[in-house]
């Protein structure tokens, strides 16, 4: 059985991670504290970051860029878009 956790960014218990994704605190806190789906869900929305907006992740500050905007994104706040992206309709 897999183990759960309450994910900060849905509010509900759902299955959570295999292993922390970063070493350190950052990456337990990420273990505890959000579930794989909206790891799964943060994995896309980065990789589209960073094709739209041509990040470059060997600038620091695109990379401080991205970390704020993961922080965002698991917390459930306001983050930002791709330039015109459009989500699909469901």
């Not at 183990?3 to 505890?32: D, H, S």
């Not at 960073?50 to 698991?74: C, G, H, P, T, V």
Request: with cysteine; glycine share 6%.
């Amino acid at each position: 059985m897999s183990r759960t956790v309450m994910c900060r960014k849905y509010k509900q218990e759902l299955p959570g991670l295999e292993r922390p994704p970063y070493p350190g605190p950052k990456g337990e806190a990420i273990y505890n504290d959000v579930s794989q789906k909206a790891w799964d869900e943060w994995q896309a929305h980065q990789t589209m970051l960073i094709n739209e907006r041509r990040l470059n992740m060997m600038d620091a500050e695109d990379r401080r860029f991205l970390q704020a905007e993961m922080e965002k994104f698991l917390a459930g706040e306001d983050y930002a878009q791709a330039e015109g992206y459009v989500p699909p309709e469901q």
